[in-house]
């Protein structure tokens, strides 16, 4: 497993009983993204990093059912500080992950394949998903680690192609975030989103505000109701 | 934080044994709004009072993650008898709650951010949302706190337009409580509903009912059912 | 409370180790209900009985929290054996009940609020529900506690119009279970439904499979299908 | 109960504190199938097997409640190691699983009877259901065994009729497996569905892919889009 150089195996960087260690953590919200349909069938995930250490949930098992012991850490250069002893991969998303770290210095970034953004860019078909006018907007912050935004601001998130490999997504989801500097997450045509926050619980507060919104904006749509400005 | 006065922080108010301490209650109870999806983002909550205390959740924080030592308490007269330790704001619905201590004599308030009230205030475009021949309707009370509904009694809730700041929704709900002042909840558009009751469990029971109501009723309105009158 | 005649508060006949006792049962089993959405906002229930008890929940209470000792326990001839020491009244489902236990000889009896009930009943206007070629008909027993019926089998449920007190449903439901000797259930409009087995693992089977079909047969007309016959 | 033959009744073979044993997963994960909708009034269940032994759940009990103690155990050839002391009739799925086994070298097989199973096999009503440019597709593997499908796979899975008795599915199923030699599943009209995989947690994996591709699909075409193909 060269691709993983020195990294050794040893627990102790993710072995800790405080609850809010990130690896600890990272199980605790995959059981809870489970719940709400964002991980299943191996899905979706959660990264998470301090100034040292980037954490890496593995690629290809129950999202739901893994233990701290199964966590890859990275150092901020990409290498690896630690690999579990079981044979694993690392996530495919965390190029996409990274994005998030380089680009908006977050300090947390999930991606889920909630139903609700796969139904919104079947139903918004552009490149932008825009809905204003609903409390939960509130809830969504600026570049995902901004100001938080108001009842009066419109909510644009920039919709990406999916690519057959999801290491391909990271041209595309760059790209879309240095066209919309301001978008707290990218969605991703027939697949899911990624979205991010300064910690986990921006990055958590935030993805369900936009779920939220995501799945308003479905019913809204099916019903023939528009997401953006008022009805006149 | 001035605005806290003399404020203590000792935990003396919000630390008891007892599962039915609001304290507790609060905590646990947000923790079940969180699966209903009411309280998720961050948003919504609950305040519950007795003679003496109002206890209040914190704003801006994930509710199901909310431990009693995160709870404020006011005295009556809108003055803190204790804040927590931790750098927190009170909730921003204080105000509103406080709508319903005052004008209701209500023993505990609860803010959703439910779906289905934001779906109902879409599909109800006038300042009503009116329901009639539901079973659930025997579980809301007049005014909240009164008497029980018949089942021949049509429910009729009061719909305020949102506002940009969550302490602005505060006249325009003191209004409408008294426009209506047999309705035992309050709709804000495009974002929830307010609902009391002499109690916590009065309260959570409307809260339940209300919710089933306007649910069916969307469901109702979708396929072209009226909910109010009987069809001939 | 003269209508509890002389019954005792003493605990000993719903005080038991054992979890398949009945008392323990009807709160465990109103947990497991309040999460399906059947006995939210006080609504809905479970009794039990065996050959010597009756045992049924109080009224207007919260069904996910009630306790062993909250739970009334009767006589065959429906005087009371136990009242709890709580100020608290018997469900006001108690003469339907009875229906079951002696229009049938059930040995447990749900009653549930479920949307997918009221939905039914406000699609089949009628006074039958009507659905075929769906394998969890198999689920389904010959009134309740006869043989299982098969897929070729018509799973027909009569529907009767709700009443403004709960207990004058009691007569409509006598009647409907006169006329459909074969239903093993009864569709209250506007309402929700009562269903009965042999013991309380048959009831709660029927009332999984019955729902399930409620669910199925409202999505399949909301899309034009039908639930009867076989397409041609 | 001569069918078992020479089968004990020890408790040997399904008594053990690993949580991976088989007879303790698949209690734990018919749990997890009844909070999923997928095993709910006695139906559905899950089979798994190691080089030795066959286990099997017994038939028409509450799915969400069986003991390891429940569980049979059969050899390859199809006769029984062990029967539950209680008297219970394993599975009537049991030929079914062995399809799984004996066509593609299982080492797992899931029956659900998930809804949006059913009403993809309303909504596509001829012999196949198709989707295609789904992320979800990705989980999914060639025969329910081989590689993973590709992005840019369409997933093809056959559909047969149901029959009235679960044991005269085999022959339909076999058929299908051997007309459809690269489908993962098979889909049963107004029923649900068979699943299989190498271990259990490609099983369970591969069902809830499925599961969420069959749910969305169904909105999908409730809503006039096509579920293959891109649109153009």
């Not at 947390?108 to 998903?129: D, P, Y």
Request: charged fraction near 25%; proline fraction near 6%.
């Amino acid at each position: 497993m060269a691709a993983y150089g020195d990294a050794t195996s040893s627990s102790e960087l993710v072995s800790s009983p405080d609850p809010n260690h990130p690896a600890n953590l990272i199980c605790e919200l995959c059981r809870c993204f489970y719940q709400l349909g964002w991980v299943t069938g191996t899905g979706g995930g959660i990264s998470i990093r301090d100034d040292q250490h980037v954490y890496i949930a593995p690629s290809g098992v129950q999202k739901e059912r893994i233990a701290p012991e199964d966590i890859f850490v990275m150092k901020p250069d990409r290498t690896f500080f630690r690999k579990p002893a079981r044979p694993l991969k690392h996530s495919a998303c965390t190029p996409l992950f990274f994005n998030a770290y380089d680009l908006r210095q977050a300090g947390a970034c999930i991606h889920t394949h909630s139903q609700h953004a796969v139904m919104a860019t079947l139903l918004w078909r552009g490149k932008e998903f825009r809905i204003s006018h609903q409390e939960m907007i509130k809830g969504m912050r600026v570049a995902g680690t901004g100001k938080a935004l108001s009842y009066l601001d419109t909510l644009v998130i920039p919709i990406i192609e999916n690519t057959p490999d999801e290491e391909d997504l990271r041209e595309g989801m760059e790209q879309a975030m240095k066209d919309y500097p301001d978008a707290p997450a990218v969605l991703v045509r027939r697949h899911g989103l990624y979205i991010w926050g300064k910690d986990w619980t921006s990055a958590k507060g935030q993805a369900e505000c936009l779920d939220y919104l995501l799945e308003v904006a479905v019913k809204m749509r099916m019903i023939g109701l528009e997401t953006e400005g008022l009805p006149v």
